[in-house]
């Protein structure tokens, strides 16, 4: 079979080689409906090039490293990246490329096209799997649209794919990906036709914009949308944006333009460009003999079908809710940069504004009736916050995943996180938090009597200098060992921080980290890896990358403190409840507050669940875990387990932190760690953020580590490969 296909070639090779897409388009162009000149490359090309590159094998490893229903989102997605980062770096075959850059050369010459997937089993009549693989607008040249061709079947293992893995069948023995080869409309106006609108059973809908469909399809520009009556196409009603851009094509990928004065004030279609595009959606529903999902374009006047795809009753069958919301966790350049906008400059100062009013009010003059009052207020305002932290701070950590994705895309890195690289020293919070219990640390270094009266359980002065710094590290960053959204009130107050800096100070300062990567020499070779016309995005994107690092730590710190806050008045209700002095009146009023009742228990510790058998076995027999390799760097010493906020006070120098997962107001105590182990997955989790900015040995992902390790454990931790070995023999 011939590498690349022609569009009349498509019919006779199937749809098991050409995929759905490329079907439905072979099919609309032999009803004489006008779609772009279009090629494909079938499911056989994958075949031969995963089979001769090893590459299957691999994967094969990646998928299977730990179980996909474990996994959280973020693991998901650094799994995605790996495989995705092997197909850019393994060739194709020598024989296929050669043969594959002759046709595409042939047909497609320095004409622009788009390069999209069309997987066997997508856009079927049983369910529509839109989104979950990638297309590519606007690709010129034959080295850059075989590029594309490798990032198309990545897709087949996107981390949405993943996701659904169960529903598209997905499968490395047999799972394939064909890619169609379109080209370019210069697009005057595109949209999206709904032959079946959701809401309505006799209602069709068109969705319009200015320019090509992309920007429609990523949510960066608001349609004008047309409701019609499916059988007779007459108009119900027309909803009207406020339209100001459109995407064009630039010289590589699209740009936002702004529209001329009379297009914004004008909808994009007129009557009779309304009524071919519905004439023409039913005529599809007729082929088809279903109502379709229809992406169109209009240059000069002549309509041009894109792709259709059948309308699915619900798409997926949505069992669980948190996929759903993870596919909202993808945002486009552009919405991410509005999103940046409202967090820096608006989210942000509000938060530390509430937190600084919430510190500054006296509650111990509060009468009960105002405390309990104070309490549920506050009860409210963290409640407020934590929806804004899912729903804003949450979502823009996809800026490291965009700006990791564009980077390995331009740069092909042997290390898929060698973009990491570029991400760190931003100026996170929780680093200018330990920076000061470094100070406070080496004030206790530089003088013995202070030493002694702290060993002592004496405090100096409040006029003391070190007495001044400890005062307003406090005020700052409250007390250490609480966890953020961990509804555990610990209070360990003063007395812990000293705990603590003593043995900071008991430690030998450590130089800066030193990992041998030159990251100005990373930058340029980033930066030049673009045309000259696309560096200022590629310096765009890494700048919004080192925004979403920085603010990924930084928000938790932030609304720790408004959680603090919370415990603090909380804390003042229990305390005047078992205050012998307190009256029995104020006591039913107090207990009002849902907070203060008797019976609440804390919610920090999970339920003890034992590891499965299976897992027992493999860890005796081969003393090793596996997670995934998330800081560079081999390291060893005594395991401590972390399973509640008072344990992170008997942490002791030069050992390894082991826990569920480390939180950001939990990294003051990676310092003194030799390297850190968490049952959580994923690069951008903190404990992994904090690792990397100290350069110490992390593993993330390490199933079973908190039930198979125990405190005092020898181990040794290889954040290379992802693997945890036990030294100590009596398991």
Request: proline fraction near 5%; hydrophobic fraction near 35%.
């Amino acid at each position: 079979m011939k590498p690349l296909l022609n569009i009349d070639e498509c019919l006779n090779a199937g749809k098991d080689q050409v995929g759905g897409k490329t079907y439905c388009i072979a099919k609309i162009h032999s009803h004489g409906i006008r779609v772009p000149k279009s090629f494909c490359v079938p499911c056989k090309i994958y075949d031969d090039y995963l089979d001769q590159s090893r590459l299957k094998e691999r994967i094969f490893f990646e998928i299977n490293r730990k179980p996909l229903e474990q996994m959280r989102w973020e693991e998901i997605w650094d799994t995605s990246l790996r495989i995705r980062n092997y197909f850019l770096i393994t060739p194709i075959p020598e024989k296929i490329e050669k043969e594959l850059a002759g046709l595409i050369d042939k047909y497609c010459g320095n004409t622009p096209v788009a390069v999209r997937s069309s997987a066997p089993g997508e856009d079927s009549a049983s369910n529509s799997f839109a989104g979950l693989h990638d297309s590519f607008l606007n690709v010129s040249g034959t080295s850059e649209i075989i590029k594309h061709i490798k990032l198309v079947w990545a897709s087949l293992y996107s981390d949405a794919a993943l996701l659904y893995r169960k529903e598209l069948g997905l499968d490395i023995q047999t799972s394939r990906m064909a890619v169609v080869i379109q080209e370019l409309v210069a697009s005057d106006k595109s949209g999206i036709f709904f032959g079946l609108n959701p809401s309505g059973s006799n209602e069709s809908v068109i969705e319009s914009v200015y320019g090509l469909n992309q920007a429609l399809v990523d949510g960066d520009i608001e349609p004008d949308r047309w409701i019609l009556s499916r059988s007779t196409g007459k108009l119900i009603r027309h909803t009207d944006p406020v339209r100001k851009r459109y995407a064009a094509p630039g010289k590589t990928g699209i740009v936002f333009q702004d529209l001329k004065d009379h297009e914004a004030k004008t909808p994009p279609l007129n009557h009779d460009e309304i009524h071919q595009i519905w004439k023409t959606g039913n005529r599809l529903e007729q082929i088809f003999g279903k109502p379709q999902d229809v992406e169109w374009t209009i240059t000069n006047g002549e309509l041009t079908i894109l792709q259709a795809r059948p309308i699915t009753s619900t798409g997926f069958t949505e069992t669980d809710g948190k996929r759903s919301w993870y596919l909202t966790l993808h945002r486009s350049y552009e919405n991410l940069k509005k999103l940046y906008d409202k967090i820096e400059h608006h989210l942000i100062p509000k938060m530390i504004s509430e937190a600084d009013k919430l510190k500054q009010q006296d509650l111990e003059i509060l009468s009960a009736q105002s405390l309990c009052s104070e309490i549920e207020r506050r009860q409210k305002i963290y409640d407020h916050w934590v929806k804004i932290y899912w729903a804003d701070f949450i979502p823009f950590a996809h800026g490291i995943r965009l700006f990791g994705q564009v980077y390995n895309d331009a740069v092909a890195p042997e290390d898929p996180y060698e973009f990491m690289n570029l991400l760190e020293n931003t100026g996170l919070k929780s680093m200018e938090r330990n920076s000061l219990i470094e100070k406070l640390a080496q004030m206790i270094r530089n003088d013995k009597a202070l030493k002694t009266e702290l060993e002592n359980e004496r405090m100096p002065d409040p006029s003391h200098p070190f007495r001044v710094l400890l005062d307003s590290f406090v005020d700052q960053f409250g007390d250490l060992s609480c966890t953020t959204g961990s509804g555990s009130e610990c209070d360990y107050g003063k007395n812990a921080v000293i705990h603590l800096l003593l043995e900071f100070a008991g430690r030998p300062i450590k130089a800066g980290k030193s990992n041998g990567i030159d990251t100005a020499q990373l930058k340029d070779r980033y930066i030049k890896s673009f045309p000259v016309d696309r560096r200022d995005f590629a310096k765009e994107v890494l700048s919004l990358g080192r925004e979403s690092y920085r603010l990924r730590d930084d928000d938790n710190i932030h609304l720790g403190r408004i959680e603090a806050a919370l415990f603090e008045a909380v804390r003042e209700g229990r305390r005047r409840l078992i205050h012998p002095n307190t009256t029995k009146d104020d006591v039913k009023i107090l207990l009002k507050a849902p907070a203060l009742s008797l019976e609440r228990k804390d919610q920090s510790r999970e339920e003890k669940v034992s590891p499965d058998k299976t897992a027992i076995e493999k860890w005796i027999s081969s003393r090793q875990i596996v997670g995934h390799p998330a800081g560079p760097g081999i390291s060893s010493g005594l395991a401590r387990l972390i399973q509640t906020p008072s344990d992170l006070l008997s942490f002791k120098q030069g050992e390894v932190l082991v826990c569920q997962g480390v939180d950001p107001n939990m990294t003051f105590i990676v310092p003194l760690a030799a390297a850190v182990v968490e049952e959580r997955g994923g690069m951008l989790i903190h404990g992994a953020i904090i690792a990397r900015e100290y350069g110490l040995p992390c593993i993330t992902g390490a199933s079973n580590a908190m039930k198979l390790i125990e405190n005092g454990n020898q181990i040794t931790v290889d954040g290379y490969l992802g693997i945890i070995t036990c030294h100590t023999e009596d398991l």
